[in-house]
């Protein structure tokens, strides 16, 4: 895809809103950094981008995102060290998943340059903005939307993407149990799942909205077609523990291809943890509580790092997970923090500095 981004704009705000932040008491993605970054697609190709301060931006309402869902985003997350120093965490792979999902919706790849380019200065400009201490990140929240105002159903000629920033401490403030979904699908063979569209989070505010009314926090959801088999957890991939054995589904067209979960995956073999990525079914898992096989299920993911589930829903059945000192959740969490704070040896070169 040709670009022309070799000069980057840069608007500073007047002042800054970092002395009104509480970051003792930050709520997920309700606060945001100082500047954003903007990039225009017009006449075929990338704009410079812009980094301005974060504010308001003017679509008309004929905008085909507003229409047709035409968009799609990465989750990222920058660390701060005790030196102060500014670290990504296998950026690389947004950046390819970011291409894959343009690619998908019908969008235009974007650049590199302004992918990482854009990132890199706006991070280093809104550096105050990323606290230290083991917990707290500044997630970056890359995205792309449709902008050419016209309504017919058709792919965007106009495209923006645009990066904006917000501290963020944990995810879920609470505890999570989740509910298996036996009628709502998340994503269908040939469809989008694996795509990180927008679309795929909205289809399901409904069925977790169902899901909390009856006390879960999120749904796992089933494949399509039998509901028999545990796929993807809410915004998190999931991964069992039977005895000692993890379990994880293979990814597919249907399952976003975490860039955590593929570091468990990696951190388990590097430490002798027998991982199986196969299809795991509900029978097998509720099968496996009811025993007292089944030690763990834990959610992964960008914002949550990984999640601890306390318990699952099925059929009017309620299951608790025992409580067990030796977690795997906690391990990995504790793993992965310290590779992604600069606190231990990056073995497979997954952190990235923003210098
Ligand atoms: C992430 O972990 O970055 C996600 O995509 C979850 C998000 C929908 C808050």
Redesign the pocket.
């Known amino acids: 895809m040709k670009s022309n981004t070799s000069t980057i704009k840069i608007e500073k705000a007047q002042g800054s809103k970092l002395e009104n932040t509480n970051f003792n008491k930050l709520a997920f993605?309700e606060v945001f950094s100082d500047h954003m970054l903007e990039c225009d697609f017009v006449d075929g190709q990338w704009q410079a981008p812009k980094i301005k301060p974060y504010g308001p931006i003017e679509l008309l309402p004929s905008a085909k995102v507003f229409h047709y869902g035409q968009a799609v985003f990465e989750?990222m997350k920058a660390f701060k060290d005790e030196d102060g120093r500014i670290w990504l965490f296998r950026p690389e792979e947004n950046f390819k998943r970011i291409n894959k999902s343009n690619e998908r919706m019908a969008m235009p790849a974007i650049s590199e340059e302004a992918f990482f380019t854009g990132m890199e200065e706006l991070l280093k400009l809104d550096r105050d903005w990323i606290q230290k201490g083991f917990g707290n990140s500044l997630y970056i929240r890359p995205f792309i939307i449709a902008t050419e105002e016209c309504v017919s159903a058709s792919p965007s000629k106009k495209y923006k993407f645009m990066i904006i920033c917000s501290p963020a401490q944990a995810?879920y403030s609470g505890e999570v149990r989740v509910q298996f979904s036996e009628k709502y699908s998340r994503a269908a063979d040939g469809g989008v799942g694996f795509a990180?569209a927008a679309g795929n989070?909205a289809a399901q505010f409904y069925p977790t909205k169902l899901a909390k009314d009856t006390g879960f926090e999120q749904i796992i959801w089933t494949d399509a077609k039998s509901h028999e088999y545990l796929e993807e957890a809410g915004?998190m991939n999931v991964f069992f523990r039977l005895g000692d054995k993890l379990i994880t589904a293979p990814t597919n067209d249907r399952i976003l291809d975490g860039v955590t979960r593929k570091s468990v995956i990696s951190l388990a073999e590097e430490f002798n943890i027998d991982v199986e990525i196969r299809r795991v079914s509900v029978k097998e898992i509720v099968e496996a509580a009811i025993n007292g096989e089944l030690k763990e299920i834990f959610g992964s993911?960008?914002?949550?790092v990984v999640t601890p589930i306390l318990g699952f829903g099925y059929k009017n059945e309620k299951y608790e997970l025992p409580k067990i000192e030796d977690s795997y959740a906690k391990f990995f969490k504790d793993k992965l923090m310290k590779i992604q704070y600069n606190q231990a040896e990056d073995k497979f070169g997954w952190r990235h500095e923003v210098k």
Do not use: L
Not at 301 to 304: L, P
């Open positions: 993605g989750g995810y990180k989070y915004t993911g960008t914002a949550t």
